[in-house]
Nanobody
Framework: QVQLVESGGGMVQAGGSLRLSCVAS????????MSWYRQAPGKERESVAR????????DYKDSVKGRFTISRDRAKPTVFLQMNNLKPEDTATYYC????????????WGQGTQVTVSP
């Protein structure tokens, strides 16, 4: 059974930092993309960052470029999202996604971790 388990969410003030982690089990995802999505109340889920299978290529939502960094440890396998200079508009539930390739969304999702940024 494939599982993705996120951790690292919390409450911070604007300008603060958080580091999200997503640990996969049941599958290594060594040839798959891993991604972070987020969903704010009343809004659709949106892609935040994606990293390719090797870790050599990453894509970001425009509004987080320069503030967020996605990385992965293929040996574990784990994907991270370092979030700096957080803004209130980053408040959302953040979800890990895996199993896709070439930018296509994967079918595996974590349960989500809440990030709340106060002004």
């Amino acid at each position: 059974q494939v599982q993705l388990v996120e951790s690292g969410g919390g409450m911070v003030q604007a300008g603060g930092s958080l580091r999200l982690s997503c640990v996969a089990s049941g599958r290594t995802f060594t040839t798959d993309d891993m991604s972070w999505y987020r969903q704010a109340p009343g809004k659709e889920r949106e892609s935040v960052a994606r990293i390719n299978w090797s870790g050599a290529s990453a894509d970001y939502k425009d509004s987080v470029k320069g503030r967020f960094t996605i990385s992965r440890d293929r040996a574990k396998p784990t994907v991270f999202l370092q979030m700096n200079n957080l803004k209130p508009e980053d408040t959302a539930t953040y979800y890990c996604n895996a199993g896709g390739r070439g930018g296509v969304q994967g079918i595996y999702w974590g349960q989500g971790t809440q990030v709340t940024v106060s002004p």
